[in-house]
């Protein structure tokens, strides 16, 4: 993951060795190869630069400490300021409510209804009895995938096929789990190729009408930038509460995954690498910037 961006690092540091202090020369070169590297990343130019400016005034304060090396020093950093960027701490997932509404949202293609069959299987992993809805009307494919997932992993999908509300079917869905002592149900919704009125409109219409405790955007990571401009769009209209980036086992650069909670200011919550359904994740700030860092 992120192989690109950590070797570039790797060798923004070892730049420094050999060198017995920190000083302002070797800051502003480490700090400029570290600025290409994520802008290399796909990570926003901006976001780039702020983030070296940080990285630089803060070296520039340790210089004269100098009690580990230089490009330990940088290293620890950038570490840290990587975890920032990425929002510092674990988020927490809020799944209080009899049942918790769990409403699912992102672009088709983008891994939603895999996510939803992980998100359910890691929350039957904590003793929940969740329920799958499908709430798609334009897409009856999108029905049978979701039935698929669920047998696989023994819950229960909630669909009215020959239903063309989405609204309703979320509202009848919420209903049926309250007959069926499920705790948890995971509304998702349909998705489209690029982002469209109706679309919003009825994601927009299923969030009031069901009130959901968590609105899960979920984006690819390998569509880098467009990735952080469609959380934007999902993040104006529905004002979601947190993020999932999805196939993070693909080739993908990193930019989605450092640029997303600096411009929504919604934190990641799960990551997804792969199709199989025990493979969600939930996002640690702190441990992905060490795998960044390799
Ligand atoms: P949806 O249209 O948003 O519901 O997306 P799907 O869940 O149908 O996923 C679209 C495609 O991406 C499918 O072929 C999935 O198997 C695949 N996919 C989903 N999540 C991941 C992931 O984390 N890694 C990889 N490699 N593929 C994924």
């Excluded at 192989?3 to 540091?13: D, I, P, Q, V």
């Amino acid at each position: 993951m992120f192989n690109n961006l950590t070797e570039r690092l790797e060798s923004a540091f070892k730049n420094l060795k050999g060198e017995a202090r920190i000083n302002d020369l070797n800051i502003a070169n480490t700090v400029k190869d570290i600025r290409r590297a994520l802008i290399d990343a796909d990570v926003n130019y901006k976001i780039a630069k702020e983030f070296t400016d940080r990285v630089k005034e803060k070296a520039t304060g340790e210089k004269v400490i100098n009690a580990i090396s230089p490009g330990q020093l940088m290293v620890k950093i950038v570490q840290d300021e990587l975890t920032d960027l990425m929002g510092g701490t674990e988020a927490t997932f809020d799944i209080t409510g009899n049942p918790a509404v769990v409403l699912i949202a992102g672009l088709q293609g983008s891994g939603k209804t895999t996510f939803s069959g992980k998100l359910a299987n890691y929350l039957k992993g904590q003793k929940k009895s969740p329920l799958l809805v499908a709430a798609d009307i334009y897409r009856p494919a999108a029905i049978d995938q979701l039935k698929v997932l669920g047998e696989q992993i023994n819950v229960e999908v909630y669909s009215e096929p020959e239903t063309k509300d989405a609204v309703a079917i979320a509202q009848n869905a919420i209903k049926e789990a309250k007959t069926k002592n499920k705790n948890v149900v995971i509304i998702d919704t349909a998705g489209r190729l690029a982002i469209d009125e109706a679309m919003m409109t009825e994601v927009a219409d299923i969030k009031t009408a069901v009130n959901p405790t968590e609105i899960l955007f979920v984006v690819d990571s390998m569509t880098g930038q467009d990735a952080v401009n469609t959380a934007k769009a999902f993040n104006d209209r529905l004002n979601f509460s947190g993020v999932v980036l999805t196939k993070l086992d693909g080739d993908t650069r990193g930019g989605a995954a450092l640029s997303i909670k600096y411009t929504v200011n919604k934190p990641i919550k799960f990551v997804s690498s792969g199709e199989k359904l025990d493979t969600l994740d939930v996002f640690y700030p702190d441990r992905m910037a060490q795998r960044i860092l390799g």
